[in-house]
């Protein structure tokens, strides 16, 4: 292990938020995540789930839910499958929908969702530098409302290029 990895693992092996309120659920964090520093001290932190964002107090999410323009993640819907679950404990008809999300034009949102992945993932180092990123959310729709259920990203390697080509354009 080198002197970076025992670093990174030194400043973030003590979890800094204990639990969320995501909804309607209460769920037990397992890791540290990089949160600014007056709500990563928090042990109870409120998360919309719409939009991500992160709060330190029940009044203020609840105000925040009553103006919370976010019915869904934003932008482009990628795949929708409405077939009827086989599974016999699902009694409401539901949508699995996955959505594409431009880090570059979808910033907040992007960084948001980074910083509550990170509260369940060890590894993940990406969280504020995150423009040549694009992230597919996985969501569950019944009823007109849509549940984050989960999310991957990919690197967009042409947008990495041309930010080098411009820094070393600039530099020279
Ligand atoms: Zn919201």
């Given at each position: 292990m080198n002197e970076l990895e025992k670093d990174y693992q030194e400043k973030t092996?003590?979890?800094?938020?204990?639990?969320i309120i995501f909804g309607s659920f209460e769920i037990n964090t397992w890791y540290f995540s990089p949160y600014p520093e007056e709500y990563g001290n928090q042990k109870l932190l409120y998360i919309c789930e719409n939009c991500l964002k992160y709060m330190k107090k029940k009044k203020s999410i609840m105000k925040h839910q009553t103006k919370c323009?976010?019915?869904?993640?934003?932008?482009?819907?990628i795949y929708v499958d409405s077939t009827p679950s086989?599974?016999?404990?699902?009694?409401i008809p539901k949508s699995i929908v996955i959505y594409e999300v431009d880090a570059a034009n979808n910033k907040l949102y992007c960084q948001c969702l980074c910083l509550f992945a990170k509260l369940f993932l060890?590894?993940?180092?990406?969280?504020?530098?995150?423009?040549?990123f694009i992230f597919y959310i996985l969501t569950e729709e019944y009823k007109g409302k849509c549940n984050f259920v989960g999310y991957f990203s990919k690197v967009i390697l042409l947008r990495i290029r041309i930010c080098l080509m411009i820094t070393i354009y600039l530099v020279l």
């Open positions: 092996k003590m979890k800094n938020i204990e639990q323009t976010f019915k869904h993640p934003p932008v482009e819907v086989i599974l016999p404990i699902q009694e060890d590894h993940k180092t990406m969280y504020f530098d995150i423009s040549s």
